[in-house]
Every structure is written in structure tokens, then in C-alpha cells.
């Protein structure tokens, strides 16, 4: 919607729905709304994301977002509460929500985007092994458990040994 177009202009709905859904969603909490129509509205739209990021990697994102945003406002509650923070938990969550907007924005026609795709979510997977590198490389990580990454990356590690020195020795 640009500056210049009106509101949009609102409809009636009306629907039975059996009870058990009446009392979830009178019970849900989503933000921004308080009514029953505000979270229909907000639902709503959120379902059109969804769908419509089928199609788009910038709304697949915005919606993968929406999916982690009851995860991050704890995550931000936890660290005002205690001052605790983890890079390690910030820095996988955009990773997977790039990722999984990835993977939701595809259909590829054919091999060659077949193999974009392909090229995109191996990049997109190197990355996340870099992030994961540079927080193993000090002593301790930026993490609720300092030690996680390390005792998480040996096997890893191991794995690529034997990728190091294939690698060098094609660069002889």
C-alpha cells in the first residue's frame, strides 16, 4: 500500500467454529490484538504471509520471523531479567530463518535453478559452519553455555581433516 492509496476498508466475517477453538483462541495472546476480531485480523493476515511467501523470499523471511518471534521475546526477556545473552542462540536463529526462507521461497523449473537453489542453501549452510568456526576458535563462546560450541564441533572438526588435506595437496 503507497502513501496515496486509502485503507483498506473492512468486511464482515462471520463463522461457527467449534468450542475448542472459540476457547483457544480467546485465550491465545497475539500481539496487537486484544479482541477476538483483532486476532482473526492478525491471523489472517499472517496466514496471507505465509502463503504469499510461498512465492517471495523477503515475505518467506518476514514470516519465518513471525514463527520465531514468541522464541526471541522470551530469549530478550531472559537477558533483561538476568543479563545473560547469547550470540551463538541470535547469531543460529537468523541463520535458520534465512534458511528456511530459502527453502520456502523455491520451486525451482529446472536443473540450472535447481542447482541456484543448490548453490544458495550450501552457501547459506557454509556460512552457518563459519559462525559456528569463528565461536569455537576462543576459549570460551559468546553462549549461556561458553563450552557449547566446542564440545559440539570436534566431530566436525574431525570430518574435515581429511577435506584440509586433500585440499592442500591439489594446491601443490
Known sequence: MNASSPPPTMEPLSARIPSDLYLWLAQLQVEGATTNSDKLRV??????????????????????????ARLREALVRIESETGHHSEVVSLLLDHFVAALALAISQAPADVDDARKFEEALVRRAATLCETLLRQGTPLTAAA?????????LGPTLDLAHPLQATSSSKGS
Open 144 to 152: 549461556y553455555d561458553p563450552q557449547v560450541v566446542r564440545r559440539h
Open 43 to 68: 491471523l489472517l493476515g499472517q496466514l496471507k504471509r505465509q502463503h504469499d511467501g510461498a512465492f517471495d523470499y523477503v515475505a518467506a523471511h518476514a514470516w519465518t520471523r513471525d514463527l520465531t
